[in-house]
Structures are given as C-alpha cells and as structure tokens.
C-alpha cells in the first residue's frame, strides 16, 4: 500500500547533494496580510510517499488548492519511485492568487478523494485604531 508520510508547505526547501537529506525554511502555518487581494510570491510543497514491495511505480493523482471552500488549483501530480520503496517530490509554485482571508487547504487527489492535506491560514490583522478629535 502506498502511504503519504510527509506533506508540507514552505517559503522554501533545499536538498543536501551529500545525504540527499531535505530541509524545509519558513514553513508556512499562516500568512498575515494587511490587504488582500495579493500574489503570493512563491510556495513549495514538499511531499513523501513510501510503497511496498508489489505497488505502482508511480503515484498519479492531483495536486487541489483550496482557499476558504473555492478551488483556486487543481493540476496533475505524479510521485515517481523509480525502483525505490520512497518518493519525494517538491513543487515551487508562484504568484499564487489570495483573493481572500479563511483556511487555505493544500491536498493530495486521487481518484477524487482526498489522501493527505496541509492547512494555511490566512489572516488580515486589525490595522491600528486611529482617533481624531
């Protein structure tokens, strides 16, 4: 059975050429904006699946970005094992449209059910309150 062990969002992600070891920076858990609509100028999503022996080479399913109950993505995803018992994969995506505040909702498809997700939320503080006499 293929199992989803990691999926996660950060500003970046760096691989060591050595150990081959991954390391996510600014991992996003939520995102302050003073004012939406706004580009988010660039995400990658990290994600790790591991198989047994006997299962698919690939993984294909969809990538779906959910921002407040709309999708604002929804593209094909492959994880390739090539031969190996773990797949991980990055996704650089930028200029992602916040059209507006909620839980943003980055999910793993397959065959239109949901495997894994991981959540952002999005948030417009209070500005300061300005008093004038």
């Known amino acids: 059975m293929i ?9 970046g992600v760096v691989v060591d050429r050595v150990t081959n070891n991954a390391s ?7 995102l302050n904006f003073q004012n939406l609509p706004v580009a ?7 994600s790790c ?23 604002i ?8 094992f090539h031969g190996m018992s773990r797949s991980r994969n990055l996704f650089t995506l930028g200029g992602l449209p916040i059209t507006q505040p909620g839980i943003m909702e980055i999910s793993l ?3 239109d059910k949901k ?5 952002i939320e999005i948030a417009v503080p209070p500005g300061p309150k300005v008093e004038t006499s």
Request: aromatic share 8%; proline share 5%; hydrophobic share 40%.
């Open 40 to 46: 988010f100028p660039k995400m990658v999503i990290l």
């Open 3 to 11: 199992r989803h062990k990691l999926l996660l969002c950060a500003e």
């Open 73 to 80: 993505m929804d593209l094909p995803f492959e994880h390739n």
């Open 24 to 30: 996510a920076f600014n991992i996003l858990e939520q």
């Open 109 to 111: 498809v397959k065959d």
């Open 115 to 119: 495997e894994t997700s991981y959540t």
């Open 49 to 71: 699946l591991e198989r047994d022996a006997g299962d698919p080479e690939k993984w294909e399913g969809k990538l779906r970005i959910d921002l407040a109950g709309s999708v």
